[in-house]
């Protein structure tokens, strides 16, 4: 009864104590999903610079595979299964292509045959790296639209067959450019290379996972699998966005205990000098034969629902804030930056738990001050 | 029977490197029933002593003995039981819990020694004291006679045996004085012992005894 009592008298006392909590939890709430949101960016961002591993046949003359661009020898398709069924490989995105340089209306074209599936680690799904060509259809590359004048729904002549231009595509800058896309099958079909491939394309994390020589490790444990299979690290992407995304870590491990510790002493704080506060109080209590521990239990009780308070309405308002503009710092992710809720469960467990801590040692104090002293102290 | 009896009472408060002697070596007898005015300057000790007897301070030597209970034999938790049991007080400036009504103030003297709710108490004490039309007023809503009465009443229900005040009468005017000290008294009648620091007129008139005294010591 006391405790409700003087929650409901002092209530803006409360109100702008617990105000200053959520002020804390708020910061911390806005932080982490702000820095959450941040790192699928960061992800997604590096993600798209391209596939960082290339394996490709194992009897590729290196320096035309550089010169040309990709490697005029043929592998299994079935080594994608291979690695697919390999546990100790992983990897993010798997994508098996065909390549093949030939001339067409007068122009050097790259035939690229792309996998119709996209091949995901078991029970993980992901989004689409790159795009599914239909059957008897193709994608062809900027440069070749403009110059052979293809737009969408022509039919084009490729080596003796017909196909349908589902799309042309935008300017990249790149050698994608001089390209016409095919479903895989389609182009074996074409060029006669029925279950053969050029190249699997994959978006692999061992260089954050693996030791010094990420290389090195996915090379021995493909050799006895993949005996005629060649693994090509691009490393200054990869480097670049393992560097990209430590920097991510590190700040987020930095700040975060910088802000939790600031917000454990602003809540702390608050909680003391409303102790201190009333420290006449616990003299009349004391005096008309309140025991210690129950005037210490008054208090921490307050200081509970003070915590509470401070942690629902800080969890709240930080993500609104984070929800309102989150979407306009980090475009690409906007759509997957939602409320954690278990920054709820953490809040209001901290929030009561910092506030009694803090609590704690001013009653104590004045809990067992001699109680003459605390009401001569007014 | 003795209601009180100290001896040597001695209290020192130290700060930082100096200490002041509030109480050089008291020793001191009141009788059941019997009602004693402590007067004396600023500063000579009256609230120190009565803090002291009351438990609420501790003694840097000395004792006190409380119906024959050694109060300072008893641990911290026993000497509040004790005192909510048996020992009333009455503040110069009320120390009311402001954010409790009057009724609530009042019976918070047996929720520290969880009592019976004491409602029939209550409803004697208000009537007694004339606060029956104020009992679920706010003390900020009160006079400060009022007030007083209220800490009064609180000081009154748990029937103690012993009432120690601190200059109830301090910050009333002469006619919300004299209801107090009328109202003391009649408990004081009624078998009551009253130990009280006052300046009042009133209560010279109705004290039995007159203590006084200067740097800490009893004079007369």
């Known amino acids: ?378 | 029977m003795k209601m009180i009896r100290t001896e040597g009472l001695t209290k020192v408060f130290r700060r930082g490197k100096h200490s002041v002697t509030a109480l050089a070596g008291v020793g001191l007898e009141i009788g059941e029933g019997e009602f004693v005015l402590i007067k004396g300057p600023s500063g000579s000790g009256k609230s120190t002593l009565l803090f002291l007897l009351g438990g609420l301070l501790l003694p840097t030597a000395g004792k006190v003995w409380i119906s024959g209970h050694d109060l300072f034999q008893m641990n911290d938790r026993e000497r509040s039981r004790f005192r909510g049991e048996h020992i009333g007080f009455v503040f110069q400036s009320y120390h009311l819990l402001p954010y409790l009504s009057v009724k609530e103030n009042i019976l918070l003297a047996n929720k520290a020694v969880a009592r019976k709710d004491g409602r029939e108490e209550l409803r004697i004490l208000l009537q007694r004291l004339g606060l029956e039309e104020r009992e679920d007023h706010l003390p900020g809503a009160l006079s400060a006679g009022e007030k007083q009465r209220v800490a009064l009443a609180r000081a009154l229900l748990r029937h103690p045996k012993l009432i120690l005040a601190d200059e109830p009468t301090g910050n009333l005017d002469p006619a919300h004085a004299g209801v107090v000290i009328r109202l003391l008294h009649t408990y004081q009648q009624e078998g009551g012992t009253v130990v009280m620091v006052s300046h009042d007129d009133h209560a010279d008139r109705v004290a039995e005894r007159t203590i006084l005294m200067e740097k800490g010591r009893i004079v007369q």
């Open chain 1, 1 to 378: 009864m006391i405790l409700l009592k003087e929650i409901w008298y002092r209530r803006w006392n409360f109100f702008l104590g617990s105000l200053g909590m959520a002020v804390a939890v708020t910061g911390v709430v806005f932080f982490v999903i702000m820095t959450r949101a941040s790192q699928n960016e960061t992800r997604i961002l590096t993600r798209n610079m391209g596939f960082n591993l290339r394996i490709i046949p194992d009897s590729t003359n290196m320096n035309e595979f550089w010169t040309r661009g990709y490697s005029s020898r043929t592998m299994p398709e079935k080594y994608v299964q291979v690695l697919v069924d390999k546990k100790a490989i992983y990897y993010a995105h798997l994508t098996a292509t065909l390549h093949q340089r030939i001339r067409w209306r007068g122009m050097d074209v790259m035939l690229t045959g792309i996998s119709p599936d996209e091949l995901n680690p078991k029970g993980k799904k992901r989004s689409k790296m790159i795009f599914a060509i239909p059957r008897g259809k193709v994608y062809v590359g900027y440069e070749i639209a403009r110059a052979a004048n293809v737009h969408s729904g022509d039919t084009l002549t490729i080596l003796g067959k017909r196909y349908v231009v589902e799309r042309t595509l935008a300017e990249t800058g790149s050698e994608d450019d001089v390209r016409i896309y095919f479903d895989l099958n389609d182009l074996q079909n074409l060029l006669h290379k029925e279950g053969l491939i050029s190249e699997i394309m994959a978006l692999n994390c061992m260089c954050s996972a693996q030791g010094d020589d990420p290389l090195g490790d996915l090379r021995r444990q493909l050799e006895t699998d993949l005996p005629d299979a060649r693994v090509i690290m691009n490393r200054t992407i990869a480097v670049a966005r393992e560097k990209q995304r430590k920097m991510m870590d590190n700040y987020f491990a930095v700040l975060l205990p910088v802000l939790l510790l600031i917000a454990a002493i602003w809540t702390g704080a608050l909680a003391m000098i409303n102790v201190m506060q009333r420290s006449r109080e616990i003299g009349i209590l004391r005096a008309l034969g309140f025991r210690g521990s129950r005037i210490t239990g008054i208090f921490f009780a307050r200081a509970v629902l003070l915590g509470l308070a401070g942690a629902g309405m800080g969890y709240f308002l930080g993500t609104w804030l984070a929800m309102k503009h989150g979407p306009q710092v980090f475009r690409v992710t906007a759509k997957a930056i939602h409320p954690l809720h278990e920054l709820l469960i953490w809040a209001m467990c901290l929030a009561p738990f910092f506030a009694v801590v803090a609590s704690a040692i001013p009653v104590v104090l004045a809990v067992y001050k001699q109680p003459g002293e605390l009401l001569k102290e007014e």
